[in-house]
Structures are given as C-alpha cells and as structure tokens.
Nanobody, 132 residues
Framework: EVQVVESGGGLVQPGGSLRLSCAAS????????IGWFRQAPGKEREGVSF????????YFADSVKGRFTISIDDAQNTVYLQMDSLKPEDTAIYYC?????????????????????????WGQGTQVTVSS
C-alpha cells in the first residue's frame, strides 16, 4: 500500500520561511517524480516544484524561482520543499504528489506536471498561510 504523508505547513509572516516534508512508502521511490501542487481559494491548481529522483531534474514555477528549493533524503524516502522569502500570494493548500517517471530531464518533468492525472499518489494537503 502506498502511503504519502505531508508535514510542515503553518502560519508565517511575509518574508519568513517554512519547510514542507513529503514522506512516501510502498513504492519504488527512486523511480518517481515528486513534488507539490498548490491551490488557493478561487484559483486553479498550480504546480509549484518537483524533482525526478533518478536524475535530480527539477522544476520551479516562475512565481517561486529563487525563493524555493527542493531536495531529497533517499535514506528516508522523503522530499523537502524549503520555502524562503514567503509572500502572501504563497498562501494555499500544498499537496505532495508522486508520478512514475518513465523518462528524465527538465523538459519531461515540465510536461509531466501539465498532466496532473499522471500523479497517482497524493498527500493529505497542508495549509500554508503567509500573513502579518
């Protein structure tokens, strides 16, 4: 059974930092693309940041480039999203999601994110609120 457990959301002031974690079990973690979508009230779901475990190709939405970083702890089957310089517009529910990565490379990853149906395993979601 595949399990995906997220943690790390919360309330932070503008300019602050949070780190999200996504731990997965019951799958071949090294063959997956893992990352986060987010959805704010009244807005469409957005791909935020992803990484392909096998070659470490990464994707960042333009809105978070330079502020967010993504990393993997292979020993713990866990992916981390470090979010710095947070802005009120980052407020959303963040969902960890995993998709089997048949290929590698950043172009493939970007195309994969545009097909959310390929992400078959999802976390429960964690609220991130950026407010003073």
């Amino acid at each position: 059974e595949v399990q995906v457990v997220e943690s790390g959301g919360g309330l932070v002031q503008p300019g602050g930092s949070l780190r999200l974690s996504c731990a997965a079990s019951g799958l071949a973690f090294d063959r997956y693309a893992i990352g986060w979508f987010r959805q704010a009230p009244g807005k469409e779901r957005e791909g935020v940041s992803f990484i392909i475990n096998s070659d470490r190709s990464t994707y960042f939405a333009d809105s978070v480039k330079g502020r967010f970083t993504i990393s993997i702890d292979d020993a713990q089957n866990t992916v981390y999203l470090q979010m710095d310089s947070l802005k009120p517009e980052d407020t959303a529910i963040y969902y960890c999601a995993l998709a089997y990565a048949y290929y590698t490379g950043s172009d493939y990853l970007a195309a994969l994110i545009r097909t959310p149906g390929e992400f078959r395993s999802w976390g429960q979601g964690t609220q991130v609120t950026v407010s003073s």
